[in-house]
C-alpha cells in the first residue's frame, strides 16, 4: 500500500526529491533506514523516459518500495507516455515537478515557471491519471515571482484538485525565477508554513503536504498535526540518521530495519555488487558521509569515505573499514550530541 497510515492516521513521511542525491544508490542506503517513509527519485524529464535509456534512469530495486517517480514536463501527451512507462517499471506514484526553478527547467518550460499556468498543469495530471491507475502527485511552491501565494496557491491547488490530483506536496516559499540560482532559490525566500496550513485547511478531503527546512522529527510531527504529510529533503540526505527514527515513531514499528549499523552493513554487499558490476564504490559511499553526524568518529568516517572510496580499484570494503573507525571511538555506543551537529 502506497500512503501507508502512520499509526493513528492516514499521514506520510517522505524524503524529497533531489537531483544528483536520491540516486538508486541513495534510496537503497535510505531503505536501510526506514522501510516506510516514502522515497521519491530524482526528476527525470518526460523526453528522457521516452527517449533515454530507461533502464539506467529508471531502474530500481524491489526493497526500494514505496517508492515514487519524479517527472518533469509540460506536454501532457509526453507526460502520460513517460507516466505509463513509469507504472511499467513498478513505481508506486508519479509525481510531476513543479517546484524546481532552474534556467535549463524554465527553458522547457516546465518546473516552477508552471506555477503560472495552472491549467496546464491540470491538463497534464488529468492526462497522466487517465493513463494510469497509481496515485499522481503534483509538488509545487506556494508561489512564484510576484505572485501573491494568498491568490496563485488557492487557484493552482483548485485546478489540480479538479484534474484528480492525488496529493499536493507544497514547497512552503516561493521560487524567483530570476537572478537567483537553484540552491539560494531553496534558501533566500522566506518560509511561509502558515501558507500551507491554509490550504489545508480549506481542501480538507485532499491530501496536502508541506515540505521545506524540517530539520528534524519533532519539526515533523509538529507539522503532521496541521498537514497530511511532511517531507524532509536535506536534512535526511546530510544527516541520514534521523530517518533511522522514522519506524518506531511514526509506524508503530518495532521490527525492521536493523538501526543504523545495520543499514551500514547492509550497504557491504550492495557495494560490492555494483563494483562487481563495474561501478565505483564511491558512487555509493558518497550518499551515506552524512551518517554518524554528532557522535565521536563522525569526521573519521567522512575522511575514510570521501579519501578511500575515491581511490582506485577501492572496494566495498571502506565501508567496512570507516564503521570500524567510528565503532574505535566509541561512536556506536553513545547517542549523536544532537542532531546537524558536527562534532569529530
Ligand atoms: C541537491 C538538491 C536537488 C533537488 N532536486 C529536486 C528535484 O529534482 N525535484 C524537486 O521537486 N525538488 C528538488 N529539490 C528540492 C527538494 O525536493 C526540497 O523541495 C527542498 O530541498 C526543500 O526541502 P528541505 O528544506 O527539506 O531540503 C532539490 C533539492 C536539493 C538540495
Redesign the pocket.
Known amino acids: 500500500m502506497y500512503y501507508k497510515p502512520l499509526k493513528d492516521n492516514k499521514k506520510t513521511l517522505a524524503v ?7 540516486d538508486r544508490h541513495c534510496r537503497y542506503f535510505h531503505r536501510g533506514l526506514t522501510r516506510h517513509a516514502l522515497l ?1 527519485t ?2 527525470v524529464t518526460a523526453d528522457a523516459v521516452i527517449h533515454g535509456d530507461r533502464a539506467r534512469l529508471l531502474g530500481f530495486g524491489e526493497d526500494e518500495h514505496p517508492l515514487a517517480l ?1 517527472l ?1 514536463g509540460s506536454d501532457p501527451q509526453k507526460l502520460t507516455e513517460a507516466a505509463r512507462i513509469g507504472a511499467d517499471f513498478g513505481y508506486d506514484e508519479i ?1 510531476l ?1 513543479v ?2 526553478p532552474s534556467d535549463r527547467v524554465q527553458s522547457g518550460t516546465f518546473g516552477a515557471c508552471l506555477m503560472l499556468q495552472p491549467q496546464q498543469v491540470a491538463a497534464c495530471l488529468a492526462a497522466m491519471k487517465s493513463a494510469v491507475s497509481l496515485p499522481v502527485t503534483v ?1 509545487c511552491r506556494i508561489g512564484v515571482d510576484d505572485q501573491d501565494p494568498e491568490v496563485a496557491l488557492d487557484n493552482f491547488a483548485d485546478a489540480v484538485v479538479d484534474a484528480g490530483a492525488d496529493a499536493i506536496w507544497v ?1 512552503a516559499r516561493k521560487a524567483w525565477l530570476h537572478g537567483l540560482s ?2 539560494d532559490n ?1 534558501s533566500v525566500p522566506p518560509l511561509d508554513y502558515g501558507r500551507v496550513y491554509r490550504l489545508k485547511q480549506r481542501l480538507p478531503d485532499q491530501f496536502v503536504g508541506i ?5 528534524s522529527l519533532d519539526e515533523a510531527e509538529a507539522h503532521l498535526a496541521r498537514a497530511d504529510g511532511a ?7 546530510q544527516n541520514p540518521e534521523i530517518l533511522a527514527d522514522i519506524d518506531r515513531r511514526f509506524y508503530d514499528e518495532t521490527a525492521g530495519t536493523a538501526g543504523i549499523v545495520g543499514a551500514v552493513e547492509r550497504m557491504i554487499p550492495y557495494a560490492e555488487d555494483i563494483c562487481r558490476n563495474g561501478g565505483r564504490a564511491a558512487a555509493v559511499t558518497r550518499h551515506m558521509i552524512g551518517l554518524f553526524q554528532g557522535r565521536p568518529g563522525a569526521r573519521r568516517w567522512r575522511q575514510i569515505l570521501t579519501v578511500e572510496s575515491a581511490r582506485p580499484g577501492a572496494g566495498a570494503e571502506v565501508i567496512a573499514t570507516a564503521l570500524q573507525a567510528v565503532e574505535a571511538a566509541g561512536g556506536l555506543a553513545v547517542s549523536p550530541a544532537s542532531e546537524g551537529s558536527q562534532a569529530a
Not at 524529497?16 to 536520491?22: E, G, I, L, N
Not at 515540505?211 to 530539520?215: L, M, R, T
Not at 517531507?231 to 540526505?237: E, K, N, Q, S
Request: with cysteine.
Open positions: 524529497a526529491p533531489m537531483m544528483d542525491w536520491t521519491y530524482e526528476m519524479q518533469g509525481n515537478n517546484g524546481c509538488k514547497h537553484p540552491k531553496r515540505n521545506g527546512g524540517i530539520a517531507m524532509i529533503g536535506r536534512a535526511a540526505y
